[in-house]
């Protein structure tokens, strides 16, 4: 049975910055400082970017002396992809039946 894609997390990652963050945390777990290098916003817009995506689940924090380090959460990531991936399928196989409904 198809599950609903999580619309949610999507508007969370439609975001072009959250979405650079997520690629940047996917090959390595960076402090602020690191991602306001590597992506040349300021601290305050990181910061309030990094909330998001922390109280959506996709990332989780690891506190490290005075700074906090980030980690992108891949489980949620797969769950959202498995989501896609099941609906890439179920279209595949409407499309093969040519599943459609008469029009009345």
């Known amino acids: 049975m198809l599950t609903s894609v999580d619309a949610d997390l999507i508007r969370v990652l439609a975001d072009p ?13 960076l402090c602020t400082t690191h ?17 998001v995506l922390r109280e959506a689940g996709v990332v989780e924090t690891e506190p490290c002396g005075r700074f906090t380090y980030y ?15 099941e609906l890439a399928e179920t279209a595949r ?4 039946a040519d599943i459609k409904r008469a029009c009345p």
Request: no cysteine; charged share 20%.
């Open 93 to 96: 196989a409407t499309a093969a």
């Open 71 to 85: 980690r992108l959460r891949s489980d949620v990531i797969a769950v959202l992809a498995g989501q896609f991936t």
């Open 35 to 51: 991602l306001v290098e590597e992506t040349g916003a300021r601290q305050t817009n990181l910061s309030n970017h990094l909330r």
């Open 17 to 29: 910055l959250r979405m650079k963050i997520v690629h940047l945390l996917a090959r390595e777990t």
